[in-house]
C-alpha cells in the first residue's frame, strides 16, 4: 500500500480483556516498530522486528505484551488482560534498511481501557 | 539512561521565526530527527541530521547540531499557521527515543 496501515483506528475493551492490535508496513520495508505515546507525551519504544524476528523487545512493558511478525509482512501487537493504564496510542512503522534512518509511521490505534 | 528533553510550548506571530531546541543524550546515534504530529494526522518525518554534520537546510527548515554539548535546534522560517503542530526531537537509530514533543502555536 501507499503507506503504513493499522487496525482498528480505534479500540474500546473492559479491563481484563485481550485485544489484538494489527500493523500493515510499506511493502518492501524488512523493518517494522511498534511504540506507544500516552497522552500528552512522547513515544515510547516497544518492540524491534528485522524481518519476522525481534532483535530488540526492550521496551515491552510486561509479560502482557507480545508482539509477533509474519514474515516481512503484517504484524500484531497482543496486550492480554489489558489494564486502564494501558490506555494510549499505539504506532506502528516501518523502515527498509539501509535506509533505516526513515522511520514511516501508521496513524495508530487509540486504545482505551475501561 | 537516554533522554531527549525539549521545552512543552513555543509561541510565535505568523511570518516570524520559530525556533525550537532539544537536548539528547545518546552521542552514539547516528541520525537526529524532527518529527511533526498534526492534530488527528500521523507522525511525520519532517527532518533529520546525520550525526556528522553541524548544519542542514531544507527549504524553510534549518536544523543546527552541536554534537559537543548534545543540542540539536530545528529553525522554521517565515512561521505559517499550517505549522501549528507539535515537534519531536528524536535521538536512535532502530530503537527511536523521543522527546516529549514541543506544541508551537502560530498567532495571526
Known amino acids: 500500500g501507499a503507506g503504513v496501515s493499522q487496525s482498528p483506528s480505534n479500540k474500546v475493551t473492559e479491563k481484563g480483556k485481550d485485544v489484538e492490535l494489527r500493523c500493515d508496513p510499506i511493502s518492501g520495508h524488512t523493518a517494522l516498530y511498534w511504540y506507544r505515546q500516552r497522552l500528552g507525551q512522547g513515544l515510547e519504544f516497544l518492540i524491534y522486528f528485522q524481518g519476522n524476528s525481534a532483535p530488540d523487545k526492550s521496551g515491552l512493558p510486561s509479560d502482557r505484551f507480545s508482539a509477533e511478525r509474519t514474515g516481512e509482512s503484517v504484524s500484531t501487537l497482543t496486550i492480554q488482560r489489558t489494564q486502564q493504564e494501558d490506555s494510549a496510542v499505539y504506532l506502528c512503522?516501518?523502515?527498509?534498511?539501509?535506509?533505516?534512518?526513515?522511520?514511516?509511521f501508521g496513524p495508530g490505534t487509540r486504545l482505551l481501557v475501561l | 539512561g537516554e533522554d531527549v528533553e525539549q521545552s512543552l510550548f513555543l509561541s510565535v506571530r505568523e511570518g516570524d521565526s520559530s525556533v525550537i531546541n532539544c537536548t539528547y543524550t545518546?552521542?552514539?546515534?547516528?541520525?537526529l530527527y524532527w518529527y511533526k504530529q498534526e492534530p488527528g494526522a500521523g507522525l511525520q518525518l519532517l527532518t533529520y541530521?546525520?550525526?556528522?554534520?553541524d548544519m542542514k537546510q531544507d527549504q524553510r527548515l534549518t536544523v543546527l547540531l552541536n554534537k559537543k554539548d548534545k543540542h540539536l535546534s530545528l529553525r522554521i522560517a517565515d512561521t505559517q499557521t499550517g505549522d501549528s503542530a507539535i515537534y519531536f526531537c528524536v535521538q536512535g537509530g532502530n530503537k527511536l527515543t523521543f522527546g516529549t514533543g514541543t506544541q508551537l502555536k502560530v498567532e495571526l
Open positions: 545518546d552521542s552514539s546515534s547516528t541520525y
Open positions: 512503522a516501518s523502515s527498509r534498511p539501509p535506509l533505516a534512518e526513515t522511520q514511516y
Open positions: 541530521i546525520f550525526s556528522n554534520m
